[in-house]
């Protein structure tokens, strides 16, 4: 904890609610302080921008894009993000509080790591790391001071200060590289361009770094490291260690590939092919990988230079390697006898080695069991004598449902015959949200959810008044539900909206009630005896039909007889010619109160519909000439 300086934060509240502590560290972007939440009683991490940036836009964007980015992310093994606030010229963040030491402390003290240790580690950041491509973001800092380690082991990466969405990468300044230059990918150096596959790389030269105590390129400029990274490869760790398994070398040159295609193309795939090679490493590998860097370091003549195998008394409890009764008397023997120690030992070592690898009683945990068939991997693993277990089913980035997403103990493990293997099923791949496919066509939809990552499942249909027929009206589960792409995603489609059964009404208020509807409507006269006058004995299309706006449906209505001995005017026949016919005023717009009184003042009876509302919105007939004493039919609407 930085200590040195007097800090003039330090005992401030900021925004009223964060009371400064003490300054945890400086950095060249801002500086981390140690502070208590009066409001909810806990210990956060207040990172504060520097006072010379915060008047920088750029900066500032960037500083507060980290907030959304991290925020949005909702992992484990990243360091939570909970607020973003200003303070007058203070602007900070408000962070989860990490008690522990970042993996640059552990590799200060350790030097290096073992091969399983260094795995074992890349495993939780490239998960969070995941989290973040999947989330379309890019960290563009991944290196050891980025990643914390808890007081209980537990593994966070943090910073995402220098994230940006992956679809806005190619917003970065022309000519500002955004990140540290011992882990910079080609691309980055030569056009600032980062994707998730620049992550992959800076992963690749951290998994280096730990396997050997170095960056893979070292010179005296910060610009010749940079153009050592375009000009040349990383080598395999192992020509520096000694020993480390050619799938460990692999795991470092696939992912530092020049070709950002040939590196595994985000850390989600990363991770799988990491678990797959730490799965199949033997668990005494780095015990073993060790005492013969030992011997090679008591056998070599001296060296001037730092040594990147350390005595086990110098490191930190949870770092330090088991001290063998071998290790003892290697460490009491002088002279001649360390040499007949060390042949002792190595004959023991390489006797038990035969064994190992010849005694029947032993068997590998197949590593193709990671996503077979649980049924068929318990077949497998039975027949090869071991006892089998089934564990609760989890969500898995690279397993579908119904495969195995682990085993304990884990793929590529030697067990005892008899031993039981614990198989933990996939429920299927990590649920996220189901696209909004409201208004496409079925093929569109089934199309967009198929892109998405989603398997379709059945389709139904359903009557609609808002959504055309054919298209579609949701899913189920709906738009934004979380889902399962192992699940299938049913699609439901409409047939329009429902043609009522009007046989038998008003044939002015039946043709009203479909306009309302939005339908175009053809009203044809038809003489049949027995039948209502004026009301609809035939309709097309027939009740229950799906129609949509637009549509034309046909209304067959019944003719009047003509009326006679109604007094000096003959009024009721269909065609007038017995009737007086008088103009029809237009009343469209007009209070519904107004419209009435001035059709009835004019000698029209008056039909008032609709569905609230005071405005005669639509008005049938709405010109020309009808009989006197007919009924006008006008449409109330709001």
């Given amino acids: 904890m930085d200590t040195t300086v007097a800090d003039p934060l330090v005992g401030r509240v900021l925004d009223g609610r964060y009371r400064i502590e003490s300054r945890i560290a400086r950095g060249g972007m801002a500086t981390v302080y140690l502070a208590r939440d009066i409001r909810l009683d806990r210990i956060v991490a207040i990172k504060v921008m520097h ?15 980290e907030a959304k980015a991290a925020a949005a992310l909702s992992h484990p093994n990243v360091v939570a993000v909970y607020d973003q606030r200003t303070d007058g010229e203070h602007v900070f963040l408000v962070m989860e509080y990490v008690a522990g030491h970042t993996l640059r402390d552990a590799l200060t003290t350790l030097g290096r790591l073992g091969p399983r240790a260094a795995l074992e580690i890349m495993q939780p950041v490239l998960a969070a790391l995941g989290a973040a491509h999947r989330a379309g973001l890019v960290h563009r800092d991944v290196k050891p001071e980025n990643v914390l380690i808890t007081e209980d082991g537990q593994v966070k990466v943090a910073d995402f200060g220098l994230a940006r969405a992956e679809t806005a990468s190619k917003l970065t300044k022309t000519g500002v590289i955004i990140g540290t230059v011992g882990y910079l990918a080609p691309e980055q150096v030569v056009s600032g361009d980062a994707d998730v596959r620049s992550d992959v790389y800076a992963a690749g030269v951290m998994l280096f770094e730990l396997l050997t ?47 950002p295609q040939r590196r595994p193309r985000d850390a989600n795939q990363y991770l799988a092919e990491v678990a797959e090679v730490f799965g199949g490493l033997p668990r005494d590998l780095d015990r073993r990988l060790e005492e013969a860097n030992a011997t090679a370091v008591l056998e070599a003549p001296p060296s001037h230079g730092r040594t990147a195998v350390l005595d086990a008394t110098t490191l930190p409890p949870a770092y330090a390697p088991e001290r063998t009764r071998a290790d003892r008397a290697i460490g ?30 032993y068997e590998h945990v197949p590593s193709s069991i990671i996503g077979m068939k649980v049924a068929d991997a318990r077949d497998r693993l039975e027949s090869a004598g071991l006892d089998v277990q089934t564990a609760k089913a989890v969500y898995d980035d690279r397993v579908h449902k119904g495969g195995v997403a682990k085993s304990d103990p884990p793929a590529g493990a030697r067990v005892a015959k008899g031993e039981t293997v614990t198989l933990t099923p996939s429920r299927g791949i990590t649920p996220k ?27 139904s249909f359903t009557p609609s008044q808002t959504v055309a027929k054919d298209r579609v009206v949701g899913t189920s589960p709906g738009a934004g539900e979380r889902q399962s ?12 909206m429902s043609m009522p059964n009007l046989v038998g009404q008003n044939g002015d208020a039946a043709a009203n009630q479909l306009r309302s509807m939005g339908l175009d409507v053809k009203v044809e006269k038809k003489k049949v005896d027995g039948k209502q006058p004026d009301t609809v004995i035939e309709q097309n299309p027939s009740e229950g039909t799906g129609v949509s706006r637009g549509d034309e449906v046909t209304l067959v209505v019944n003719k009047r007889d003509c009326l006679v001995d109604t007094g000096p ?67 109330r609407g709001p």
């Fill in 433 to 459: 949200e189901v696209p909004d496919v409201e208004g496409k066509s079925l093929e569109e939809a089934k199309q967009t959810l198929k892109d998405e990552g989603f398997t379709v499942g059945r389709t």
């Fill in 213 to 259: 105590g170095r960056l893979p390129h070292l010179a005296d400029t910060p610009l010749a490291v940079a153009y050592k990274h375009v000009n040349e490869t990383v080598p395999p760790p192992s020509g520096t260690v000694p020993g480390i398994p050619v799938r460990v070398d692999e795991l470092v040159t696939d992912a530092t590939s020049h070709d």
């Fill in 332 to 361: 009491a023997l002088t002279g001649r006898y360390v040499l007949i120690a060390i042949g002792a030992v190595a004959a023991i070592i390489l006797g038990w080695a035969v064994w190992y690898q010849t005694s029947g009683q």
């Fill in 569 to 635: 005017i003959q009024i009721g026949c269909e065609d007038g010619e017995n009737g007086e016919n008088i103009p029809v005023p237009n009343l469209t717009g007009s209070t519904v109160d107004d419209a009435k009184k001035a059709l009835e003042d004019s000698g029209f009876k008056v039909n008032v519909t609709g569905f609230g509302g005071n405005t005669v919105r639509f008005q049938s007939p709405d010109s020309g000439e009808a009989r006197r004493g007919s009924t006008v039919t006008i449409v």
């Fill in 51 to 65: 006072a010379g940036l915060a008047s920088d836009e750029d900066f500032v964007a960037r500083f507060i894009g």
């Fill in 485 to 496: 792409p192992d699940e299938p995603v049913s699609v439901i489609v409409s047939t329009g």
